[in-house]
């Protein structure tokens, strides 16, 4: 027992274990931003497509699924893939990094990819729509077909005025990323827990206590850092963009973290 | 759909937790964010200081970390509180943090003449937010306010999945599925529940806001 306050971050590998955990929630959430966006693009052109039941059911996808808890999808996702886990297991690709060759991630991959692909696709939808019409019809009037209009005059525009949004959308992953801890898979909140568990058992860990309180606010100050930082980034964003283009950027419904930048 | 009926009991049931912990957090986190908001703009410089560290720390902590922090952490250190009072404290401390940044939103959107005049009229500062002010504030974010409150729904989920053990609509899902070994239905209906609470929270919010909105 001792009275100094966090001193088993420096005991044993306590505050490196946990670093290193915190590491893997940041993988998730970059391999989970990327495939999203892909995703995402995909459903933002397909609910404004000019095909009636295409944007109808497009539609009605990214309405679901922005609207379901991200853990919900998680849990489910887990159970319902489970064929899918073993055959993962069994054939990770090499080059992902070595906490997602558990087949854990499949579900958690699912999930987050799931929900966030929605919620960027409604992003994206946004920033084409809040181009002025002028645009789309000036590029008809050049002979422009609607394939060349979206990919050299509509996307490049469009897709601009949504990073300041995306990467506050970062900001919420990058949290959403510890709900995968509910699933056992080992990230920082497992490790956290781990270091909670062996801490003060001469046995198993160090002589030092880790208080539940103070590793838990240990962790939840790595991603308040990390979430500062894009923060920023995402408001000097918004600025610049809002200078060059003289609009204000559009709000999604339902999403917290673009609410107040 | 025999899966439903056969369990439409404990289905509501779940559904009543979960728009319990939602109401009760939302009151919470609206007391709170009013606080926090006249914190952020109030004259005094260290307070405003105090609301921006609240602000961004609730802001940017995952909530289940949050929850862990308050309802294992506490009861830890000898500050034992139920899983009632920890989820809906969590939940409302997190949310409190977003109502706070668009109230003050809101507030930024009252033009500066009002708080001139109202000054000069001979109110007090707190006379000045509370009557004129926060009344316009509220109606220019009654959108933003109704975005929360969906978030908040999809949070509590996130609340009862956690170590707290309070019986949520998804927790019931989970239940169902852990009892029948039907997934698909076990989880669907749950998801039903929750696009349920959502879709009402919309429709309400845009009545509200077509009936009370100030556009600017």
């Known amino acids: ?110 999930g987050l990819i799931l929900y966030n692909s929605a919620v960027l696709a409604e992003i994206m939808r946004a920033g084409i729509l809040s181009l002025p019409r002028g645009q789309r019809e000036a590029a008809g009037a050049l002979g422009l077909g609607y394939h060349q209009t979206m990919r050299h005059v ?56 880790a208080p539940i309180l103070e590793v838990f606010l240990f962790i939840g100050l790595l ?34 973290d673009q609410l107040a930048t | ?50 609301g921006l560290v609240y602000v961004e720390f609730f802001r940017n902590i995952p909530l289940l970390v949050l929850v862990l922090l308050i309802f294992l952490g506490l009861r830890d250190s000898g500050v034992g509180i139920g899983p009632w009072t920890a989820g809906i404290l969590a939940l409302g401390l997190y949310t ?13 959107s009252v033009s500066k003449g009002q708080v001139e005049a109202s000054l000069s009229l ?14 316009q504030a509220f109606r220019t974010v009654i959108s933003p306010l109704g975005s929360l409150v969906i978030a908040m729904i999809k949070n509590s989920a996130i609340v009862g999945a956690s170590a707290i053990a309070l019986s949520d609509l998804l927790k019931v899902g989970r239940i169902l599925n852990s009892r029948t070994f039907q997934t698909f239905p076990s989880f669907f209906w749950a998801a039903v529940g929750y696009l349920l609470l959502t879709v009402t929270v919309t429709v309400l919010f845009r009545r509200l806001e077509l009936r009370y909105a100030i556009r600017r």
């Not at chain 1, 915190?22 to 933002?44: D, K, P, R, T």
């Not at chain 1, 995306?166 to 510890?178: H, M, P, R, W």
């Open chain 1, 1 to 110: 027992m001792t009275f100094a306050f966090f001193d088993w971050v420096t005991a044993e590998n306590n505050g490196r274990y946990i670093l290193e955990g915190f590491v893997i929630n940041l993988q998730i959430a970059a391999v989970a931003l990327v495939a999203s966006l892909i995703l995402g693009l995909a459903l933002a052109l397909l609910r404004l497509a000019r095909h009636r039941a295409v944007s109808f059911v497009a539609g009605l996808w990214v309405d679901v699924f922005r609207n379901l808890p991200l853990i919900l999808l998680i849990l489910f996702l887990t159970v319902l893939l489970k064929p899918v886990r073993q055959a993962w297991e069994d054939a990770s690709p090499s080059f992902l990094p070595e906490s997602f060759e558990s087949g854990l991630v499949v579900g958690a991959l699912a």
């Open chain 2, 96 to 108: 409190a943090a977003y109502v706070a940044e668009v109230l003050r939103s809101g507030v930024f």
């Open chain 2, 122 to 135: 001979g109110f007090t500062y707190g006379e000045t937010m509370r009557r004129i002010i926060l009344p």
């Open chain 1, 223 to 256: 991603f308040v850092g990390v979430n500062l930082l894009l923060s920023r980034l995402s408001r000097r964003l918004e600025i610049r963009e809002r200078k060059r283009t003289g609009t204000k950027p559009q709000r999604v419904a339902g999403l917290e």
């Open chain 1, 154 to 209: 509509i996307l490049p525009q469009g897709l601009r005025r949504m990073v300041p949004a995306t990467v506050s959308q970062l900001i919420t992953l990058n949290k959403d990323t510890t709900l995968v801890s509910l699933i056992a898979f080992q990230e920082v909140i497992r490790r956290g827990r781990s270091v909670i568990a062996n801490a003060g058992n001469p046995f198993t860990g160090s002589q030092v206590e």
């Open chain 2, 1 to 50: 759909m025999t899966i439903v009926l056969a369990n439409l009991a404990p289905l509501l049931d779940g559904l009543r937790i979960t728009l319990s912990i939602a109401v009760l957090s939302f009151l919470g986190a609206m007391v709170i964010g009013i606080l926090v908001a006249v914190m952020r703009i109030s004259p005094i410089a260290p307070l405003r200081a105090v």
